[in-house]
């Protein structure tokens, strides 16, 4: 009887497993159709260099199961891959739809696809020329449409300047914008002027007063995260943030300490970020938003090296043992004030 038990046993397991085996098969070839059409549409061959892929494949849970596989054909088809720093992974919550984007370099062209509901198909399969020369040389004329979201990934990945690093924390944003660009340029100008020096014992740490788009670049540039106690997060009205910009001619953008573990002390900048200097020069008076957006996150990515074109140092300081960078970090508590930063 034990014996007959455990042969229906064998008998159940494996019935279920071609079903598995199906499903799965059915997101990677979910995956390789948009690879196929892509590829297709914009004339490339696998391992091109110069074609990025965008998807958030991997995130959309589709009637209970994982679009992991979808992720797998995208990369095996193409040959877009991290390695090649041609492949970004967007992050999505599990009931969004899952589409994918693909952008070609050498033409300036794109093919961007939604699923369906049922992951049987695709709702949405457009092509249109997204580079940022021949759109903004047409900016009356050009609309974004479904491109809207993948076209400033697109162009901000293809700018010489930009490195993956800055596209791994545009994962973990979900979209690009001058927000998350200034974060880029803040941290260039804190590594150049507080540089790491004992990487065994030195760290940065980062006090979001105010809190923007910014913030989530620290934590992949610099693994400064929440949970760990790099980053926190403090709110400022718009009031406050106004009239401190008011009084220091550039929009405050928080406080940024190099700490030492080994000794319990640390350097810090408060710093302020010049968004008025880099929206005159991205026509934002005149252009829409998609237009000027994207021409300033190019603006910004012009100055990688010169970060000081747009970030500057409105106050430095230094904390001599533990209880001072609590007192920064503490709820309750406007750490600008504690510094002497204010209105």
Known sequence: MKIDRFAVTILLLLALVP??????????????????????????????????????????????????????????????????????NILSAPWKPLWFGFFNANTGEAVYMTTNADASGFDVQAKDKIDAETILANVSAWEPGVFGHMMPIANVWAHENTPYVFMKAVQLHDHICPGVSSGFLLAKYMEKTLPIEDPANQSYKVIACPNWCKDDYFQIAWDCTPGKSGLFVKKLTDVETSALTDKYGTRVAGIFIRWDGSSNTGDGLVLGFDFDKAGNMSNIDIWPSWAYRVKEDIVLMDAADTPEDFVSTIKEFSLSNNGELVALQSAGVNPLKVLGVET
């Not at 009637?63 to 992720?71: K, Q, R, S, Y």
């Open 19 to 88: 079903m598995a085996l199906g499903d799965g098969a059915d997101m990677y070839q979910l995956g390789a159709d948009a690879a196929d059409y892509a590829m297709a549409e914009l004339g490339f061959e696998k391992g091109d260099a110069d074609v990025l892929a965008i998807t958030n494949a991997g995130y959309p849970v589709i009637d209970g199961e994982t679009t992991d596989m979808a992720l797998d054909a995208v990369m095996e088809i193409t040959g877009c891959s991290p390695g090649k720093e041609n492949l970004i």
